[in-house]
């Protein structure tokens, strides 16, 4: 499948180009191990410096405690997107970041509106959506690349 690159394998596949590490992985074997572990703080991350930034542009200052105030539904949004699409399956994928992206976006704003009692004007809905998508997609697509760079530098070398 074109969303699992090769190099995310790193043992039992004769195909995979594989580098020798101080833990037998490949590079791009370690990213993996890294992203399925850490995936959900690059999210997070994601839906925060939205936040942080549109605060900013507002010129709302940034404190810590409005900041989080504000970035709380989507918090929540995000963790039941994970629970819900069973992100650490597979958080590599970038159909997981699409899915996650529009999870956190209808969730968030839905628990702003009507948990939270925010406003939810169309613009915001549509920056919000586009910014969680191509955030959560976007980080999986640089690791991606990364990966597969990686991978071509050890084919080369052996």
């Known amino acids: 499948m074109w969303l699992l690159p090769k190099f995310?394998?790193?043992?039992?596949?004769?195909?995979?180009?594989?580098?020798?590490?101080?833990?037998?992985?490949s590079f791009g074997a370690g990213i993996l191990h890294a992203m399925k572990r850490w995936f959900w703080i690059l999210d997070g991350v994601a839906v925060v410096t939205f936040v942080f930034i549109g605060r900013e542009s507002h010129?709302?200052?940034?404190e810590w405690a409005a900041t989080?105030?504000?970035?709380?539904p989507f918090l929540?949004?995000?963790?039941?997107?994970?629970?819900?699409?069973?992100?650490?399956?597979a958080p590599e994928r970038v159909v997981t970041g699409l899915m996650l992206g529009a999870a956190t976006a209808a969730i968030g704003l839905?628990?702003?509106?009507?948990?939270?009692?925010?406003?939810?004007?169309?613009?915001f809905m549509i920056v919000a959506t586009a910014w969680?998508?191509?955030s959560m997609v976007g980080w999986r697509?640089?690791?991606?690349?990364?990966?597969?760079?990686?991978?071509?530098?050890?084919?080369?070398?052996?």
């Open 8 to 25: 995310y394998h790193s043992h039992g596949s004769g195909d995979v180009p594989r580098a020798a590490s101080a833990g037998g992985l």
């Open 59 to 62: 010129a709302l200052g940034n």
């Open 68 to 72: 989080l105030r504000v970035a709380a």
């Open 76 to 89: 929540l949004a995000l963790c039941l997107g994970i629970a819900a699409t069973r992100a650490w399956r």
């Open 110 to 123: 839905t628990l702003r509106r009507f948990v939270f009692s925010d406003g939810t004007a169309t613009t």
């Open 132 to 134: 969680l998508i191509a």
């Open 141 to 158: 697509l640089v690791v991606l690349l990364a990966g597969r760079v990686a991978a071509r530098r050890t084919a080369a070398a052996s």
